[in-house]
């Protein structure tokens, strides 16, 4: 870098003449010119530089802090906006959990019952049944019972006219009454 910059100091002092054009006719590389030109330089550049400093830096850097300060409030109110989400999610979650404790519970309480009522249904039925078969027994009893008296006393009388018409004589209706007590006893009695 130290070689570069000699360089171009020696091509400056060789070439002086030259680089100021003074004799060539070009006034702003005369030297007489340069403080005039100078002058005018900081006199232009301080105003553009007071310019912006006072009117246009201002103005940008309001614009700036504006839309970062608005920035931070949109952050920080989404932020919010997102806790409040989160907590209603979570009362959310909380209600439909609570909702399922609930429903759970109400189903195991609600099969209990039926359960229980089933059951007592089922009793009560078995008792109905059972009183039933009970009776319809007896009634069954009660009617073979009947039915055999009705049925001896039908044969008694039909063996009678049999009886009465082979022989053609009166016959004596407890002696066939007896005998066809005696069969049906001993048919009663193989059925059984």
Known sequence: MKKINIAWCTVFLLCENQAFGAEAGMPQLNPEFWAAQI????????????????????????????RKSKMVSDLSEAQKLKENAEKKLKEYEKIIEDAKKEAKKIIQDSNKVLELDLEKKKKEFSNEVEKEILIAEKEIVNLRKSSVQNINKIATEISEEIIKQIIDSEVNKSNVAAIVNDVSKKELEKSL
């Not at 005018?40 to 912006?52: E, R, S, V």
């Open 39 to 66: 002058f005018w330089l900081i006199l232009i550049f301080a105003g553009l530089y007071l310019t912006i400093w006072k009117i246009f830096l201002p103005k940008i850097t309001y614009s700036i802090e504006s």
